[in-house]
């Protein structure tokens, strides 16, 4: 059964657009947030260059009456691993250029979404992941960081990780 899931949509193309920025030599992955072990997600994608995407869906209290447009928010952490935090900037900057323009935003985010092949039935699915998502309309995007970085000290290690906390702000209806 389809399932109407928009952090797929903002996430795949956070990933595709950022990595265009990098002229393709840098892949940025997305985890939900869980318990993990950092190392071991690293080690699993080493184009990454230690950068990382952590994040949490939120939904927010419906303010009109329309009940078919809903508000949420995405909660970001951008994770630089190994080196300076310089990377982990840019790509924050970078995600910020792509969704802090409002309409402008969820524009180009809807003509990146009305391009993803279908389904049979008009789901999305994306590789060999057999979940099958409806596509969704955006109407409007915000982004803003919160005023707080974060510095996680492995104590079994001497590794530090920098991080840096964005929210992303949109309201969104499922296509039918």
């Given amino acids: ?23 393709g030599n840098f892949t940025l992955p997305f985890f939900p947030t869980l318990p993990t072990d950092i190392d071991a997600l690293t080690e699993t994608f080493p184009l990454s ?58 524009q180009e985010l809807n003509e990146w979404v009305r391009a993803l092949p279908r389904n049979a039935n008009g789901t999305i699915s994306f590789g060999n992941d057999p979940t099958e998502f409806h596509p969704v309309f955006f ?15 492995d104590f079994g290690t001497a590794r530090t990780y920098a991080g840096n906390k964005i929210i992303i702000d949109y309201d969104y209806h499922q296509v039918v």
């Fill in 49 to 106: 260059n230690g950068t990382f995407a952590v994040y949490d869906r939120m939904f927010k209290y419906r303010r009109q009456p329309f009940p078919h447009i809903k508000s949420e928010q995405l909660l970001y952490y951008f994770y630089k691993m190994q080196g300076d935090s310089e990377l982990m900037m840019e790509v924050s900057q970078k995600a910020y250029d792509l969704l802090d323009r409002e309409d402008e935003s969820a």
């Fill in 139 to 153: 109407h409007k995007m915000k982004m803003y960081q919160l005023e707080e970085t974060r510095d996680i000290v």
């Fill in 1 to 23: 059964m389809a399932m109407s899931y928009p952090p797929i949509f903002i996430n795949k193309y956070l990933a595709e657009k950022v990595s265009e920025q990098f002229d």
